[in-house]
Every structure is written in structure tokens, then in C-alpha cells.
């Protein structure tokens, strides 16, 4: 839970305490396998469109990997959404879900995306990432 992006104009601050803390879920994995044994199958899992499934402590724990070697477990579809470039590292992942992944690009203005957005990755790396 949580989003260390960080951009001024974001609306989860209006509802998730500490919005800017990322914040690890206790028992993420085994709540989520359990939930996908029941899963219908006909519907898309988003993530995420109220924080970023791919923070910067992505990059030491390896969360979303998991998840996503989860969704590939339960042939689930899911829809990424993002700001960050770590999704490339779970391109073996991803070519194999029937997975869609977004980056979210605000400005190609490195100023204004600094500005606006000031933890995430640069608008070159995210258009390099895609």
C-alpha cells in the first residue's frame, strides 16, 4: 500500500494515511493464492490504480514478482498500470501472462515531470521502458 512517487497531484492522500510510505501488506501472498483458487476467471485484475505496483522497494523484495508468478500459477489476466521502469525485470513473467502493462507519462518536460512528480522515474526512462 502506498506510493513513494510521491506526485503533488495525487488524489490517494485524500483517503490512504501516509500515502507517500509504502507500506508492505502482512500476508500478502498466501491471502492472494487463496483468493485466486476462487478467482473467476472471465475478469482482469488491475494493478494498481491507487498506488504503483512497482515502488522502489520492488526493486529488494520482489513483491510484485511474486505476485505476478501467482497470476501466472492461476492463469489470471491482470492490467498493470505504472510509473516505473522495474516492470522490465518481470518481462519473462509478463510474456507469458495475458497480462497489459501502462506507464503513465504526465509531460515529457524533465523540469515539469520533476516538479510534478518527484521520485518517480524520469519521462525518457519510462518511454525507453515501453
Do not use: W
Amino acid at each position: 500500500t502506498g506510493c513513494d512517487h510521491a506526485c503533488v497531484y495525487c488524489y490517494i492522500t485524500a483517503y490512504i494515511p501516509k500515502a507517500f510510505k509504502v507500506r508492505i501488506k502482512e500476508n500478502l501472498l498466501p491471502t492472494l493464492e487463496r483468493e485466486l483458487r476462487k478467482f473467476d476467471k472471465r475478469f482482469i485484475i488491475s494493478l494498481s490504480y491507487s498506488s504503483d505496483p512497482y515502488p522502489t522497494i520492488e526493486r529488494q523484495f520482489g513483491i510484485t514478482r511474486k505476485v505476478l508468478q501467482l497470476f501466472k500459477r492461476y492463469n489470471v489476466r491482470c492490467m498493470i498500470l505504472t510509473k516505473s521502469d522495474i516492470f522490465k525485470r518481470d518481462l519473462d513473467i509478463l510474456r507469458e501472462l495475458k497480462c497489459a502493462v501502462g506507464i503513465t507519462v504526465t509531460t515529457i518536460d524533465e523540469e515539469k515531470a520533476k516538479a510534478l512528480e518527484p521520485n518517480a522515474p524520469s519521462p525518457k526512462d519510462r518511454i525507453r521502458a515501453l
